[in-house]
């Protein structure tokens, strides 16, 4: 067990220093810099760089980048907001994307369990239409057609939700956001869970509890609901990842000031650090999620832990 | 020590003519109809069928029907609502629309303000008064065929890289999986904000973005499915008949395998669509003269609420393609079991 979480534990830390290097490098051949000011002469550029100690080798820079990180410092923006630390323009963003997007997953999860259970447990014509009707549109329709199409009804031809993200009462204006980004969450937890559900029914323990004659109340909420709801966990920590990388067009459309909107501004005024810092964000974020997944796959699955250790 | 025997080719003789009819081939061939049958059975599989059939028509035909040109600009033909011949006597497309204005709301019909009441635009103009039934089919075109080039190029490299990695396995597989787990935790949205930074957006840029995210997932289904079919028989009896890789990996092994990835295309055509919208959106997607299913949408986002006409069919496009696609894929699953 310690060793497999060791292992899994060095793969992420080298996959983040690859990701850096792999961005230090891609920056290094992208054209233009975030000097692009003509005013600029290129004595004046050069002290720039030399401030920022953009002139030192690659090599150098990354590993004092790295050194830097650790200590929670991710450098200073350089054009979109002049010599503002980075890490405090994170400190700011961050929480607003995680509560959205965490906010979402809440919804998505919730509704997504009910509407699977739900239409694995009850085999009526009306609820396997819904359920249906409502997987489908959370799988094939994108989440901004889905906020267009809230905001259009409920925010604009009958008003009482908000169209656009407003900071002194940000729960509600973020219903729509949470909504629309709910949906696919929705849309596959209820289409795991059903198929779970439906698998452990016809399982032989199921089979065997009926007939040691047990309500079939007991039956779904200790048998079933258990062995359904632990594999529910591996979808729901990929989908929040995507959730949480994903909401770039939301944050857009609502003028969300998250970590999405800044990402969006930062390519279009060539900042390098803040690239780079909200790219590494991204990227610890999706390494993060998954290690603890990991854990905690095998701390609740012990067939994991087997495998593993033959492996 | 025991004395391992040596085979020796006296041991073995070729197997007679009459072993080798055709009745194997006709088993398998069989199998495939019975497959086509059962699939075919299902109604939501033939609904899906025809979506995606009808879609790929209309993009071929779709541009040439209405008669304008999908890049035409009418400076005196600007954000004109449908009209659609026949239709229109019923009071629905008949080119009015509801305009919300300052105070209150005001029904306009464009047509009559341009004296155009002898043309039709079925979907409507845009902005720069360009035929929005052209545009989005135009639009279908293009992103089918971003969506399928980059699907081919994922299944190619996806393929080999899973099955050399699930094939050959030991030291290979272990060096090849830990490549696939560094790369793959890269998110998406970073590899494609990069690329865009240092190419052009364009067509290419595009495929290549869908290429380097897709191929991953592609080889991890191919090297499952080789694990698998690795074991079986006649993989062993292929071998021992001393046949070598390339001709138990292709004649053996790739037939076996591609159900699974054709299942895995029908669900990687969705999602390259989906990101090709998403990169349009960011403005980092195809140029707006050469539309795209996803710069149709970003433009039809930016005056939705005073023109809903300009958003509906290009998103209506982009459903009914994920709907059909994924219908298909879901009876294919449902044929394995």
Redesign the interface.
Known sequence: MARYILKRFL??I??LL??IL??FL??E???GSPFNDEKLSEEQVAVLYQKYSLDQPIMVRFIKYVGNVCKGDFGVSYSLSENTPISSMLKRRVPVTFKIGLLSMVFGTATGLLLGLISAFMKNKIVDFIYNILT?IG????S??IA?FL??YFG?KIPFLALLYDIRSPMYSSVIPIISMGFIVMAVVARFCKAEASDVMQSDYVLFAKCQGLSSSTIIVKYVLRNSLMPVITVIATLL?GVL??S??IE??FSIPGIGNL??RA??ANDYNV?IGL?FI??A???IV?FILDIVYCIIDPRVRLTSKEG | MTDTYVASPDDFTFAPDSLKTSQNIEAVIGVKHENLKKFFARKMNILGVILVTVLILLSIIGPYISGHKFDEQNLERVNMAPRIPGLEKLGIFDGSEVVPKTKGTVKQNKYKEYSAENEYYFFGTDNLGRDMFSRCFMGLRISLLIAFIATVIDLIIGMNYGIISGYFGGTIDIIMQ?VI??IG??????VV??L???LQPGFLTIILALMLTGWIEMSLVARSQVLKVKEMEFIQAARTMGAGHAYIIFRELVPNIIGKLITQIMLSI?GAV?LE??LS????GMPVEKCSLGTL?SNG?EN??LH?YK?IPA?TL??ML??GC?LIAEGMKKLDE
């Open positions: 793969i992420s080298v996959t690859v990701i792999v961005l891609m920056l051949i992208m054209p489908i799988i094939a329709v994108p901004y057609l267009m905001s259009y604009f990842v990388t994903g770039l067009v857009e459309m990402l969006t390519i279009a690239v790219s991204y990227s974020l999706y390494i998954m | 830990r787990d560094v935790s890269i998110p998406t949205l970073v904000t990069i865009m930074l240092v969705p989906f919208a998403f959106f960011v403005g980092l949408l986002f939705a609420l809903p958003l998103a982009m459903i994920m709907v994924h």
